[in-house]
């Protein structure tokens, strides 16, 4: 079997915040394979972003990677040094942030974003062979070569986004993460821009993490989904198996929450509220909202642990025999 691309292991994140200490990535693990693209859902909070974050070595204070390894191609980027980052960042591993239209420097051409990044890898690089190497970059997210000379106010919204995943594939990283790269689009946008990922995944052959609340999206575009709830991940299936049939109770509330025929289209909202990371219930976080819960689930926690059908699901319904308390 091939060694995966990506390799998350254990990877605990805090905030030291005057109210106290927030776990905001409690031991998180999983691997995605070159090509494979994964969804990563759950509700504001959940540590989405903070893992994002995190795999870019991008938390700020008062946050800190605490412990933990993100092993991209080989090599763990959490024990790197600044500068060893910075160069791992766009040729290992890129980063789409959420609303393109405040990551672009309002004042800046695109052109000199663009060139600023490649230079801040390859000092050596000529300036005919990088301008020639940003059109293409263009090019390959269905932008025209004139962009290179324009600002972003003279681009629309989905021109900014497309902007961003141009300087994000610039070095060819094996990993993309898009952080709700569609959240602030049109509906026709946001096909188009989750095309245009799409297609840039193949042309690379790299894995894509692709964060969002879009179920539709997830399931229309992606290959596994990881549901986070508190900081933690609670099932890792693939697309079919979460859509059909989700293990985990949290799991099984955000697609019964989804509209279809059965429910005409009402959303049913997942009772009670996520938990605040600085007073993350006892047992399992999701208990006082799991309609599945047992006295057990008040004091032990489960771990994700892998099912006879490969998926991964840390829930104690499935761990009957090996709950450790
Ligand atoms: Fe619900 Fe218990 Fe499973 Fe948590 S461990 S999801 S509370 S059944």
Redesign the pocket.
Known sequence: MSTPILQVQDLQVTYYTDAGRAKALDNVSFTLNSGEKMGLVGESGSGKSTMALAMMRMIKPPGRIEGGKVIVDGTDLVTLSDGEMLKARLSKIAYIPQGAMNSLNPVMRIGAQMTDAIRAHDSSISNSAMTERCMQSLESVDLKREVFKMYPHELSGGMKQRVCIAIGILLKPKVIIADEPTSALDVVTQRQVMETINRIQKDLGCAVILIGHDMGLMAQSMDKVAVMYAGKL?EISTVRQMFTHPF???GQALIHSLPNLDNKGVLQGIPGLAPSLLRIPS?????PR?????E???V?T?RLQQQPDGRFV?????EEDKVTA
Request: hydrophobic fraction near 35%.
């Open positions: 609670v985990h109770p949290y047992g399992c976080a999701f208990h799991c309609s599945k819960a047992t057990k689930c008040m032990v489960p840390s829930c104690l319904l499935y």
